[in-house]
């Protein structure tokens, strides 16, 4: 689609060179400006990552967060600051993880793994089981119950390196950490041991969550290193392998009160017109949620700011939300659609950033074709700022609920190259952030927000 | 001319989709496909920067270096590797330099910082004077000899966090490292001090070349980090400094012996027109050349690799060249150039990556405007790898003097925003390349040299 948008944008950019782009051109240097210079993200990512750290819902590092980013959005300057009640799920990690795998020469091999976000733990004494390699779902299948039963599953499935667009790579191989244990268990499978979803080599297991099926056991699971699992494969192949073990740790608590954190700029013509920036104030345990999804979170508090700081003022409303609980359970995303329905709020327009804090690249719409007129005249307006197109695709899962309400939903794209080095692991951190990029980021943002502001959608 | 550019690509577009079109992507979807899974270039980049290191010219390092990728290449396949010699700059840094700043409270703050490469050491106790700030080389000027007699000059120009394109403010506010000291020598100064051009505050120290006027004496000069550039002029505007002092021990040496590094694969039906991709070899002495410019180099010996193992006969020569010496001469650009013209080579097109590992988005051309037309009826093939743009500008300084042949030109046109970062700092190590962002970059270089070398320029 990338191509036929590039076609209409460039067709449109003789006809569209009016007073009025000159004049939102001028507008959003402004901005930009700003943003490059005196851009307060980066020191407020760090703050997040540094001062709070990871912030898995229901922690007390999540309430922090909380706060922290409420205080953020009132020194940004927005007219309201607001929290916006959630009842979450608690998952808990507990003591770390430890696994191996028993070869037949009396050898243990440790692995890289962390438990699956959302799963029961082992009983105390830890899990051993005969293990069984599948490369993907149709295998599981294929080999059904008489092999699976009473033996861990390892779901060996790679990621392909030839997708150039990672987060297709990661929707297409993802199954085995989705529904992996789900299916597995459906087979009476005793565990599951699934490949990290990154598409490099590396040692590090990735978390990240999973939905069991209430009509199956509940069984434990584990993502293991790419690394280990590429070993462990070979040593399947070798016939190597007596058994795996593993012991987690971790368990469901009760849910848990949390909020959103919303911070408000009312629009000086149509305040009831809604547009929603945001990301996810929540993050994985294992590290920092620097780029899942600080960057989100700092960007969006980063458009008030800039708005505010250049005297900017919006038409329309502008909202920055910093949604609780996308990683395991959307609780923060569905509060705030119920809210917006309840109050029968008018939604135009809601833009996420999920993707991490890297070089903007384009963004991508759900839209219909009315509307994808007047946002397609914009896109040579992003040229200057790195930004090429404008494609139909995704939002995200925190702006994907405000479909209902008949908004246009949007999504940053960043380059991806770089998102599953770090995605739900250990290396989600601060340092692993460029300033430029994830101001750039905010850039682009603050301009397609404020342009929907200015000439509403 | 970038938006002129995409409007070119599109409108062609919709009359080019032949089959012959059609054929070249799978063409290069075979290649990308090559690279992405089975690319040798991550794991030799990691060899360049891990067991071998710097690489400064006439160093035993870039022998090793001549040596390892004239390996590579064989390796890679090529039909014939050589070594083309030419006589390099032989500068080396001597001890770490050390450096102060003395405050009128008796007090020391001590500077992180670094000789400019091919400067003159201080003398042996070091260079002690008052110090005088200016922002720009105007002010320089202003002041005069009463002004900068007897003192050290701090080039304090910061590098504009505005410019989207990171490498035109490094050409815009570069001034004061590349004739910085030779312009203070001509108004009596005994010494330069620079602010780092790195974009960001950071504690690093980023070296480079500058270029001494033979009219005026050779004083010695250092960077300074940007965060002490930054205390630097807040303690000048207070008035606390009494003086600067620093001690550099480097020389140059005489020239010393070297090579470009080169691999070719003959073409099967115009083996006379020869296609050039390259980097350089040579690299500053302070930490890896991981991005400037083993991506460049490794990419380049990639290309090689990938059209020997997917078995494409390219009709026209494709030659791999690992320039020597250009940080601090250009003595193998000189080099090769020399024997071009001497041998009467026939040199249709020279690619040149030299700026960085990061995620490619664009390719810019020293063009005329009949092969301008050829050129962008490809951009819409580059799409779905990550190249959006095809703009005028320039090549790179090894591939440059190749302009007399009247060959087309062309840059790899990477992300900018990380560049300044690491950039001839000691930050610019292996860990700060991505691998799947070297190998896309490899796959646009790969499918243009190509392109070039099945149709001709």
Redesign the interface.
């Known amino acids: 689609m ?2 036929i948008y ?2 209409f ?3 449109v ?2 006809s569209f060179a009016t007073s009025a782009q000159n004049q939102d051109s001028v507008t959003i240097k402004k901005l ?2 700003d943003i ?2 005196n851009g307060k993200l980066y020191d407020n990512l760090r703050y997040l990552c540094k001062k709070i750290g990871p912030r898995l819902s229901g922690s007390a590092n999540a309430q922090k967060a909380v706060l922290a980013t409420a205080k953020m959005l009132k020194e940004a300057g927005a007219d309201t600051v607001y929290l916006q009640p959630c009842m979450v799920p608690h998952w808990i990690r507990g003591k770390k993880e430890t696994g191996y795998i028993q070869l037949d020469d009396q050898s243990k091999y440790n692995l890289q793994l962390c438990a699956i976000g959302n799963t029961v733990g082992t009983a105390v004494g830890g899990l051993r089981a005969p293990v069984i390699e599948v490369k993907n779902m149709a295998e599981l299948q294929k080999l059904g119950v008489d092999a699976i039963k009473g033996k861990i599953v390892f779901f060996n499935i790679v990621m392909d ?2 997708y ?1 667009n ?1 987060f297709q790579a990661y929707g297409d191989f993802g199954a085995g950490r989705f529904t992996g244990p789900a299916q597995a268990a459906k087979y009476g499978a005793v565990g599951a041991m699934v490949r990290s979803l990154s ?2 080599v590396n040692d590090y297991p990735h978390t990240g969550v999973t939905r069991y099926d209430d009509a199956y056991p509940k069984i434990p699971a584990v993502c293991i290193s790419t690394k280990d699992a590429n070993w462990l494969s070979e040593q399947i192949q070798s016939k190597k392998v007596v058994s795996a073990y593993f012991k987690t740790n971790c368990k469901m608590l009760p849910d848990a009160p949390s909020y959103n954190v919303i911070g408000e700029i009312r629009g000086t013509e149509f305040p009831d017109e809604i547009i929603t920036v945001g990301g996810h104030l929540d993050s994985w345990d294992l590290a920092e949620g620097a780029n899942d999804d600080g960057s989100g979170v700092t960007q969006s508090i980063e458009i008030i700011r800039a708005l505010k700081a250049t005297g900017i003022k919006p038409l329309r409303t502008i909202r920055a939300v910093m949604f609780m609980n996308e990683e395991n359970g959307g609780k923060g995303a569905d509060a705030y659609l119920e809210n917006a329905l309840q109050k029968k709020e008018h939604h135009i327009f809601a833009l996420e950033s999920d993707a991490g804090g890297f ?1 903007p ?1 384009g963004f991508t719409f759900e839209m219909t074709p009315d509307k994808e007129k007047k946002l397609m005249q914009w896109l ?1 307006l992003f ?4 930004v ?2 404008f494609s139909k695709g995704g939002s995200g899962s925190d702006v994907g609920p405000l479909r209902k309400t008949g908004a246009v939903l949007a999504g940053l794209s960043p ?1 991806s ?2 998102y599953f ?1 770090i995605h739900h692991a250990a290396t989600d951190v601060f340092e692993n952030v ?4 994830l101001k ?1 980021g905010a850039v682009n943002m603050a301009a397609l927000v404020w342009l929907v502001s200015e000439h509403g959608l």
Do not use: H, M, V, W
Request: aromatic content about 14%; some cysteine; glycine content about 2%.
């Open positions: 990338k191509k590039c076609i944008s460039a067709l950019l003789f930009a400006d490059l210079t390196p030839t150039i990672t598409i490099n070089s690249r040579p040229y200057n700022y790195g090429y197109f380059d190259q770089r080095d460029s300033e430029r990029e750039l």
